[in-house]
């Protein structure tokens, strides 16, 4: 199967741990944590922390209880923004604005929208999605923002 960012920030963790502990050396630590964000699957990650403790197994808890009302879809629920990245939001919002002030908040835009996609990568939270539409539209409100400089020049 293949790893998410997740997955591979859980792995980050118990290599930390292991580090902090004193299991891994410096060295070991920085070349396992670097195999980490390299891994493709989930067994290639099972494989750097296989010989440290994985912390507490969660609990088995009892099943709930049927209740009156069937649950609501979760594809009708409005998506919650407290996990989406603060800056891919502002990459976006200042993507759309770019054209709108004719490429001055492009830039703006370009650099949030990187400092965000690092991130996600780093964190896995949300908004890779709006982090990439920032950067490209960032960068096309910039060619428009050239191309009126030349218009005005000539």
């Not at 902090?20 to 195999?35: I, N, P, T, W």
């Not at 709006?130 to 005005?152: E, P, S």
């Amino acid at each position: 199967m293949l790893a998410a960012h997740a997955d591979r920030e859980r792995a980050v963790d118990v290599l930390r741990a292991g580090f902090a502990e004193g299991r891994l050396k410096q060295g070991e630590y920085e070349q396992r944590v670097e195999q980490a964000y390299r891994a493709r699957t989930v067994g290639e990650l099972g494989v750097l922390v296989a010989d440290l403790p994985q912390g507490p197994v969660p609990q088995q808890t009892a099943p709930a209880k049927p209740s009156a009302t069937p649950p609501v879809p979760r594809t009708f629920l409005p998506t919650p923004l407290s996990d989406t990245n603060p800056k891919s939001i502002g990459a976006l919002t200042f993507g759309v604005a770019g054209f709108a002030t004719v490429g001055v908040t492009s830039i703006p835009a370009v650099v949030l929208g990187h400092m965000a996609r690092r991130e996600i990568r780093r964190t896995g939270e949300r908004g890779d999605g709006m982090a990439i539409g920032g950067v490209v539209l960032g960068w096309l409100g910039l060619v428009l923002f050239v191309v009126v400089l030349i218009a005005a020049a000539v």
